[in-house]
């Protein structure tokens, strides 16, 4: 199939994992979230006063009216599917609505949209910046070692990424903040300070050079425990090209070695190898929630956290909801970029 | 004869295996790990497990301590725990005014730098609830001194029958214990050396009498830095004399221990609530294994036979299996799990059944593939043309070419389901009633034994996932290079 259909698939397809995921969500949220809405109203009624003429009887059923009122007001009148579909199409408008007891750190804003937009960016740029370190000592490390296979280096190399796969990234959190951050005392305990500290900041490179010192164990830890599996993988996607009959012609036509290995070997390398750097950098976004909170790194891993434990069921939704996005829209990215490199992957 | 073969076959599958030193590794652990589960109820207490959650159960356990053997490593000795049962009894009866007066001394011999985090009496007394007894407590110290710790305090129970008491007096909830000490060292001095000397009163106004530390100023030398927690170790044998006033003759005390609480407890230490983390972290390595392999097993399983059946079956059904194994595929596990651990009960159960729900389509999709390409296979067709149903040629010729990889894939998929589920037990999602290694960490990072570098409680749960998560990576690996052989390093 041609490249437009194969994009075209792919799209409708991630449109429904969206939808899908998204409805899921809103369902099994919906009992929580509006429990809390009535609740709420509750607390409201019992605010009322009832005009003084009105004899007991009648008062409850004035109460009643109002009650039906305010449900009227939010749509809780209605069957169950309608109330789905409004909040799932509230959401795919990015109408998020407010949050009861959560604000933005520097705003102070309620609104949903306002907490995720700023914690998103936090995530980002902790999580990019680790992959882009991860990718560059990963590929140095992954080519040395696939041209001196079964060297040291490479031995090293595949018992590193052994090791750093069992190991659980927010442990190693915990060891970094126990050791560098308490008893050294070389970085900050809480990363949440950098809102304080940049207050007092006056010029763009005091401004990064803050934001890097609250950032900097978070990125150790997260490359630390990324990088020797990047290196494997990268290792062996370059094994493989190497096997290449058209290695051994380009060395056989007397290219030399180094224009061999960056110049062909890479560009042979680089689609699986970006999928693979993709791929984790949406694997890490997943345990982003319990390293940040072992960090206090006010990303959206946090922020979502903080949400379930305090029954926010607006953020919890608007928070899956931007992350599956994110996810999908990585994939079909992805996917096309593939497509477009690979033409033989449109066909499967 | 099939077992024949399967023998053979399996002698050839070891001596290939055995070629990758790391594969062996991978194995010796796993003996390990296994021994380890086998072995828990007598290396460790499961009666410590049991009551994990019952926080009565933990009294007399030291709170925070490290472990024993840090003791080997440290000029510094922080005193062990003990339990001494030996004691002296002396008993005087009066019988014209139906008074008994017992007294009982326990020693205890200390010979550490640091001192115990309390002292523990014990004892069962038995009496009429109309007329309770009296009791007193005095320690008699190394260098003489003797203070009142308790003066003739009534024991008051509610009732008017005999009653059977336990007595439980730790040193350290002592009403104005540190008042006591303080006053009852002063004396000493005074006695000593005429009068109070200087340094004393010094250190007496610059304290906080309610900051001190009892158990400091009991076993330190009287000398400079007593009270302000600087001084020296004063060794020798403490004497505890409890003294019981009965007022009637048939009344009864059995004592039953001196519980030393040390600063220092077990093999592995203990958590911010006094918990034994040497059984927590043993028994915890069933779990680990359970829950590890279990979802593993299930989930390759499940993917395997979804991913062969749809690339098999072809046309509609492969459509439709391939759109659903895709929708979960490309879900964000560990958000959705968390949020479906939060929704339901927290049972270890509904976490595994959660973690297979999110594990099979990655298999699924890789077992497709290679469904395509087997189904091409003459002897495929061969079978179709002598009429054997699909199940059959699923079943009798493309799994058991599917399989290697599975075995590979569930070795290799155990580590990411045992972190997944560290993971959730440390948000607090999973099941409260078993110790899981995750769980202490939870409980580790709330007690903030990161802040106060309890590292005794920080590394060991988080060291053991690893390891049970490298043992199945070093297996999967040397298993993917025997049965999946791609990649030869020239």
């Known amino acids: 199939m041609g490249l437009g259909r194969f994009l075209v698939v792919k799209t409708i397809n991630a449109a429904i994992v969206l939808l899908v995921v998204l409805i899921i969500v809103t369902v099994l949220f919906i009992d929580v979230s509006e429990k809390e809405l009535i609740s709420s109203i509750e607390d409201y009624l019992r605010t009322l006063k009832p005009p003084q003429s009105l004899p007991p009887e009648k008062v409850r059923e004035w109460k ?75 590929l140095i490390l992954g080519l040395q070692a696939a041209r001196k296979v079964g060297s040291i280096l490479d031995r090293s190399i595949s018992l590193i990424a052994m090791i750093s796969y069992s190991l659980p990234m927010w442990w190693v959190g915990m060891l970094m903040l126990m050791f560098f951050s308490y008893r050294l005392r070389w970085f900050p305990s809480s990363a949440l300070n950098v809102y304080e500290a940049i207050r007092h900041v006056s010029n763009p490179l005091e401004y990064i050079a803050t934001w890097a010192y609250y950032m900097a164990l978070p990125l150790v830890t997260v490359v630390l425990v990324t990088f020797g599996g990047t290196a494997y993988v990268t290792r062996n996607i370059v094994v493989g090209v190497l096997q290449e009959d058209f290695v051994m012609a380009a ?39 319990i390293t940040e909170t072992v960090f206090t790194w006010p990303g959206m891993g946090r922020v979502y956290w903080i949400a379930l434990q305090q029954s926010e069921t ?3 939704i608007g928070t899956t909801f931007i992350s599956v996005f994110l996810f999908v829209v990585t994939l079909i990215i992805l996917d096309i970029v593939y497509g477009i490199l690979d033409p033989r992957v449109r066909v499967g | 004869m099939v077992s024949k073969e399967l023998l053979v076959k399996l002698q050839d599958f070891w001596s290939e295996y055995k070629r990758y030193k790391i594969g062996v590794v991978g194995i010796v652990l796993l003996v390990f790990l296994l021994v380890l589960t086998i072995a828990a109820p007598f290396i460790a207490n499961p009666e410590h497990v049991k009551n994990w959650n019952v926080a009565e159960y933990w009294a007399d356990y030291p709170a925070e301590a490290p472990p024993e053997w840090i003791n080997w490593f440290s000029p510094v000795k922080r005193a062990v725990q003990e339990r001494i049962t030996n004691y002296t ?24 730098d640091i001192p115990p985090k309390d002292l523990v009496i014990k004892a069962t007394l038995q009496f009429n609830a109309t007329t309770p007894p009296l009791y007193s407590l005095r320690v008699i110290r190394p260098d003489g001194n003797e203070i009142r710790l308790i003066t003739q305090k009534k024991l008051e129970v509610s009732g008017a029958n005999i009653t059977t ?45 309610t900051m001190i530390d009892p158990m400091l100023v009991l076993f330190s030398n009287a000398s400079e830095g007593i009270l302000s927690g600087t001084g020296s170790p004063l060794k020798g044998n403490y004497t505890l004399a409890l003294r019981v006033v009965f007022r009637c003759v048939n009344d009864t005390i059995t004592p039953t221990e001196l519980l030393v609480k040390g600063s220092v407890y077990g093999l592995c230490g203990t958590d911010g609530s006094g918990r034994d983390l040497w059984s927590g972290i043993v028994f915890g390595t069933q779990w680990a294994l359970i829950i590890g392999l279990l979802t593993s097993v299930l989930s390759t399983f499940i993917g395997v036979l979804v991913g062969v059946t749809s690339g098999y079956l072809g046309g509609l059904w492969d459509e439709l299996i391939q759109r659903i194994t895709q929708i979960f595929y490309s879900m964000p596990v560990l958000p959705l799990l968390i ?64 399989l290697p990889y599975a075995f590979a894939t569930i070795a290799l998929n155990v580590p990411s389901a045992i972190l997944t589920e560290a993971g959730l037990s440390f948000l607090g999602l999973s099941d409260p009633t078993i110790v899981t290694w995750g769980r202490i960490l939870e409980d580790a990072n709330g007690g903030g034994a990161v802040m106060k570098n309890l590292w005794w409680w920080v590394i060991p749960p988080g060291l053991m996932i690893a390891l049970v998560g490298m043992t199945f990576v070093f297996i999967g690996n040397a298993l993917d290079a025997v049965l999946n052989p791609k990649l030869k390093s020239r």
Do not use: C
Request: proline content about 3%; overall charge neutral; hydrophobic content about 45%.
């Open chain 2, 165 to 209: 008491y336990d007595m439980r007096i730790a040193l350290t909830k002592i009403e104005d214990i540190n008042t006591r000490l303080i006053n009852g060292i002063e004396k000493w001095l005074e006695e000593k050396y005429e009068e109070v000397p200087e340094w004393f009163e010094e250190e007496r106004e610059k304290v906080e009498v």
């Open chain 2, 339 to 402: 949020l479906m651990a939060y929704l339901w009960k927290r049972s270890i159960w509904n976490v595994i059944i959660l973690l297979v729900i999110f594990g099979w389509s990655g298999v699924a999709i890789v077992t497709r593939s290679m469904a395509l390409q087997l189904k091409e296979a003459l002897y495929v067709e061969a079978a179709k043309a002598t009429g054997a149903s699909s199940a059959r040629i699923i079943f009798k010729y493309i799994m058991p070419q599917v």
């Open chain 1, 314 to 316: 607006g953020v919890l």
């Open chain 2, 89 to 112: 009894i002396h008993e005087d009866v009066h019988e014209a005014i139906n008074v008994k007066i017992v007294e009982v001394y326990f020693t205890y011999d200390y010979e550490y």
């Open chain 1, 64 to 138: 009643e009216q109002r009650r039906m009122e305010e449900y009227r007001r939010y749509g809780l009148d209605k069957p169950k599917w309608q109330r789905i579909f409004y909040r799932v199409r509230d959401v795919l408008m990015l109408n998020l609505g407010t949050a009861t007891h959560m604000k933005s750190f520097i705003s102070g804003s309620n609104k949903v949209k306002d907490i995720i937009l700023e914690a998103l960016p936090n995530t980002i740029i902790l999580f990019t910046t680790a992959q882009l370190i991860d990718i560059a000592i990963g």
């Open chain 1, 251 to 289: 060395r056989a036509k007397g290219i030399p070695e180094r224009k061999v290995l960056y110049g062909h070997v890479l560009r042979t390398a680089s689609p699986p190898i970006v999928t693979m750097s993709a791929l984790s950098i949406i694997g890490s976004l997943g345990g982003a929630i």
